[in-house]
């Protein structure tokens, strides 16, 4: 099983939840584990700020992973009550910056899930 695989499947309650299409990128690929959970985790924390949320800025000295991550816009989403569009940028030693933009709305369940178009 790979790691990410697992890391989806197995994680907590808290964490956001169908996040598969913005982990696929060669840069998040090449994080750690602990990388790939640190992150979540402090993206998680991101989207649940006070409104307007600080930009991130996440790294791991010790393996080069990194990111940056800001809420650039509230979307109203069909069938949602709380959205957040959020512009990411994460990078490895390996891997350049790659950026992408999407959008997480909060469930009923209070979990985060990206919606559709993402």
Request: glycine share 6%.
């Given at each position: ?30 994080f750690s584990e602990e990388d790939l ?70 469930g009923t369940d209070g979990e985060w ?6």
């Amino acid at each position: 099983m790979s790691l990410l695989f697992a890391l989806l499947i197995l994680a907590p309650v808290a964490s956001p939840s169908d996040w598969g299409p913005l982990l696929n990128s060669k840069a998040i690929t090449d994080f750690s584990e602990e990388d790939l959970s640190n992150y979540l985790a402090a993206l998680t924390a991101m989207l649940d700020a006070p409104h307007p949320a600080a930009p991130l800025e996440w790294s791991n000295p010790q393996t080069g992973a990194g990111a940056r991550a800001e809420v650039v816009g509230q979307p109203q989403v069909e069938g949602f009550d709380d959205c957040r569009r959020v512009r990411t940028t994460v990078h490895t030693r390996k891997y350049r910056a790659e950026t992408r933009t999407w959008t997480a709305c909060r469930g009923t369940d209070g979990e985060w899930r990206l919606t559709k178009g993402t």
